[in-house]
């Protein structure tokens, strides 16, 4: 079974960075090949909408909505991938969600808010 854990969200002032990351994680030989890996977010009464995304190759692809603040990296040695952000503003606050497609199948993780207030 695999799973797709995120962490870092939380509170920030508008102007501030935050890092989140996403691990793969599964039962023993379940994660052995993760091509892209990407971040989506979504607020209330919205579609979910695409973020970055980075794919094995460390391609990377960025909404116009965050290009030149955000930075999608992975680490594949750790089946992670992070978003850092940087100059946040109010209308980054929404649910950020992970998700990676795993030995061609695509997973989502559970989801982490982040607030950014003014």
């Known amino acids: 079974q695999v799973r797709l854990v995120e962490s870092g969200g939380g509170l920030v002032q508008a102007g501030g960075s935050l890092r989140l990351s996403c691990a793969a994680s599964?039962?023993?030989?379940?994660?052995?090949?993760?091509?892209?890996m990407g971040w989506y977010r979504q607020t209330p009464g919205n579609q979910r909408e695409f973020v970055a995304a980075?794919?094995?190759?460390?391609?990377?692809n960025y909404a116009d909505s965050v290009k030149g603040r955000f930075t999608i990296s992975r680490d594949d040695a750790e089946n992670t991938v992070y978003l850092q952000m940087s100059s946040l503003k109010t209308e980054d606050t929404a649910v950020y969600y992970c998700?990676?497609?795993?030995?061609?199948?695509?997973?989502w993780g559970q989801g982490t808010q982040v607030t950014v207030s003014s």
């Open positions: 599964g039962s023993s030989g379940s994660v052995y090949n993760i091509n892209t």
């Open positions: 998700n990676a497609d795993i030995n061609t199948s695509w997973y």
């Open positions: 980075i794919t094995k190759g460390l391609s990377t």
